[in-house]
């Protein structure tokens, strides 16, 4: 068993190791692959890296292999995005004014490595600085997750709600006193997300800016037969 697992793990890094340091242009060399997996403390040897190459094949993983000089080389040419889609992304997120600089700069970095390390350079090295003011709220990733969580399992949400004054400084709606709401969607809008839902005591729906949303929490009591239509007439 221990074996088996060992297997397992060597065949995950080597992997790893092929999407995110090969491309087309970028093949690596079967001694440069042992000596990377050695790094890592995996064994490794030209005849079973083979072995392990053809495995992965087998599985439908592509794996491809070249001449390098008087060498076999291998990479990973298919990836879920291409470079272009991955820029697109990439220009969308830092266009984006909801996501916070910090965000920003984080969620570039994990895009652009979705094209290999080689092409990561590249893409970052081609980044546009977009004139956008960010928001500095980070609570809206956080919002986000709950309200989706919320949407999914049709249950309804608590929350404060504020608006900002000429300082930029919080002024909560109701004196403080929170909301309870059951949400329906989420909806992006003139750059902002916003909360689509529907008020049991009020009778009617309402929206509300995400980023503008404190202290959100799922609640366990489950939404109304009206929100829910409301929910399917909107559709998936």
Sequence with gaps: ???????????????ELLRMDTDEQHPMTTNQICARLDEMGIICDRRTLSKDIALLNEQGYEVMDTTVGHEKGYYVEDRSFSIPELKILMDA???ASFITKK?????????????????AEILKGNIV??????????QIFYNVDALEQAIDQQKKVLFR???LNEQGQKVYRRDGHRYVVEPIALVFNEDNYYMLCYSSRHQKTSTYRVDRMESVTVLEDAITD????????IGP
Excluded at 103 to 119: A, C, D, N, R, Y
Excluded at 129 to 138: A, D, G, L, P, Q
Excluded at 226 to 233: M, S, V, Y
């Design 1 to 15: 068993m221990a074996q088996d697992n060992y297997r397992k793990i060597k065949l995950l890094k080597l992997l």
């Design 93 to 95: 997120v830092q266009a």
């Design 103 to 119: 965000k920003t700069e984080e969620l570039l970095e994990k895009i652009s490595v979705l094209g290999g390390s080689h092409q």
């Design 129 to 138: 600085n977009f004139k956008t003011t960010k928001h500095s709220n980070e």
């Design 161 to 163: 709600y504020f608006d």
């Design 226 to 233: 009206t929100a829910i239509a409301l929910k399917a007439e």
